[in-house]
């Protein structure tokens, strides 16, 4: 593609029997669109509409290849009455010029659900990093006819018209297991303390797919190039795993991840507060010693000029993109045709994985249409009826609803109080770590100028003002405030000497200077801008306790960002107190908090505090559609303003109301 702005991103690739139209790489993702281990219209859906917006190579989430993986979300291969639903996958991806790859994968020992797995097999009797499962060992016969039972399925896939296989060997699965000394404490064939006889069970695995479906079908291999668990697999043990996987030639390409199924799982997807292209020093360390085997680059690789940049400076031949295809289908496309503006950046936010793991479809912060049919590039058809809308509030939710209705063609005027876009969102950016989720009024923002959404910006409208303009419909926005903490005297609300989180943030991004002190946040919230904040009240005070009736913190959030916070935390040497509330009518007196523990009662006390603030549930803030509704207007609650919610559901409302008028 000589025209366009990333010549090597869009530069065609051999990738061993596959020809890739360009150098982008969906990273296997898991969907939850699979019912009763069957391939539905939405999975292929999904996939397709990823190869229309631009990826030349999909690999998919975890085949269902063994007898005993019957788990309902996976796409059953190993049963031969599903293969027609595969037949149709391959057809609809690889008849876009895009090669379908599908995963290979077991868990092994890993669990990541309460509780423990008592099906669980693995290399040696040795717990679980994370939930202290553990496995049934395997034995020769058993290793042997899994090693069959791959192949076996392998050989269907490709009978489907796929294009290739991955295996999965990082992320402290089965195959990590074996390759992995914490994890393998065998002594035959297949442990030993040898790294040869440790990686048999992956290399047996190749060349029975090899002999069972020839050169002509990739095989790919997803290693660990940094697990993060001590006497586990780290560069320099990856390096020799890179060395002896690509000296028989038989693999085509390689994949590096980080982490495991342990306190680093976090690290296998680094979160917004990690650095963009995080892993790709250790990545391009691995290609080089990778020789002539092509390697895709995978971690927070968000926009084209990285792709672009990591392949001039030799880290990788293929980029890698997992959830920045899941926010934007058409990231290639748009990037090829030069309108970065108009792509949807992935926030880091990991809301996407922590939706799946609930088992519930997935889902992205700033993409309200994953797994539409025509999700990709997607613009609102133009609506029958043209109507005068009003919205108020310039927040997620409010910038949605305002841009998709205006580009249905209906004459939309966005009201809101603060001087600049983006509402309570736009704080959260500023916080040590967040700007990233910036990108998703960045985006709204693009949208609603080409849409041609009139902007009032600084203008707290009344009702009265909208009364008089006789608008067909108004959609309030307006958001939430933080509660009143219930261990306070309700004639102190709002008198201002207790402020709340946000008012604290506020106030330290315009005044930072270190104060000293102490300071104590009431954590009845548990998201990450409440942490966010503390890090930000670290920099400010000697001190920061964070007080929570809870018997952990970031209990709402999913399992890999509850891990990156207690790294964040305890690197930063913020103090945790579970279990507890504060005591008093006030709730500090000459510089003392009192808390107690909610379940003992016991009494304690932290001393020379200088700031006490909190941070809980939000209420809806309705005055405004409470008055319009008393005029009979016709009134849509919007985001917070229907109920204090996630981001990801404050854009799919907005989208949905947007299209609806």
Known sequence: ?????????????????????????????????????????????????????????????????????????RPALFDQENLDGFKRWAEAV?????????????????????????????????????????????????????????????????????????????HGHLFHQFLSPWSNHRDDEYGNDSLENR????????????????????????LPGDDGVPGGIGPDEAEELVRL??????????????????????????????????????????NEAAGDIPVVAVGRILEPVQGETLIAEGVAELVGLARTLVADPAWGLKAAQNRDNDIRKC???????????LEKPLGCDNNPRVGEIDEADWWPAPAEVKKRVIVVGGGPAGLEAAWVAAARGHDVTLYTASNELGGKLRLFSELPGCEAVSSVYDYQKVAAAQAGVKIELGWRISAEEIIAMSPDVVVTATGARLSWPTFLPKSLEGEGFIPDLRDVATAILEHPAHQGGTAVIYDADHMDGTYSTAELLRQKFDRVVLITPREMIARDEPLVRQQAIYN????????????????????????????????????????????????TPRVPDNTLAAELKKADVNVILAGDSYAPRSLMMATQEGHRIGNSI
């Not at 097999?121 to 496995?135: F, N």
């Not at 990686?199 to 997803?222: P, Y």
């Not at 495991?260 to 691995?286: C, N, Q, V």
């Not at 107190?577 to 006030?586: A, K, R």
Request: net charge negative.
């Open 1 to 73: 593609m000589p025209d366009s702005p990333y010549p090597l991103l869009f530069s065609p690739f051999d990738v061993g029997p596959m020809r890739l139209k360009n150098r982008i790489v969906h990273a296997s993702m898991s969907t939850r669109y699979v019912k009763q281990r069957e391939v539905t219209d939405k999975l292929i859906t999904y996939h397709r509409t990823r190869a229309v917006g631009g990826a030349a190579m999909i690999v998919t989430e975890p085949l269902g290849m063994l007898p005993h993986q019957v788990m309902s979300f």
């Open 94 to 170: 690889e008849s876009e010029d895009c090669r379908l790859v599908g995963q290979m994968q077991d868990s092994g020992r890993g669990h990541r659900q309460p509780g423990r797995n008592s099906t669980a097999i693995g290399p040696s009797p040795l717990p679980d990093d994370l939930s202290w499962t553990v496995p049934h060992q395997l034995e020769g016969d058993d290793i042997r006819r899994l090693v069959d039972a791959f192949a076996l399925s392998t050989k269907k896939l490709k009978a489907s018209g796929w294009s290739g296989v991955e295996m999965s060997a990082g």
């Open 199 to 222: 990686a048999r069970f992956v290399q047996q695995i190749i060349e029975a797919i090899r002999a069972e479906c020839g050169s002509d079908f990739a095989i790919g291999l997803k």
């Open 245 to 286: 996987f690509t000296a028989r030639n038989e693999i085509d390409y390689l994949c590096f991840c980080n982490g495991s199924h342990a306190r680093s799982l976090e690290a296998h997807i680094p979160d917004m507060h990690y650095e963009r292209g995080t892993f790709l020093p250790l990545i391009k360390r691995l």
């Open 347 to 357: 926030v880091s936010c990991n809301n996407c994985w922590g939706q799946i793991n």
């Open 568 to 615: 964040r935390m305890y690197n930063n040497d913020i103090e945790i107190v579970l279990l507890s509330e504060p005591l008093g009518e006030s709730p500090f007196i000459d510089g003392i908090v009192q808390y107690k523990n909610v379940i003992s009662g016991r009494v304690n006390e932290i001393e020379e505090v200088a700031l006490f603030t909190y941070s």
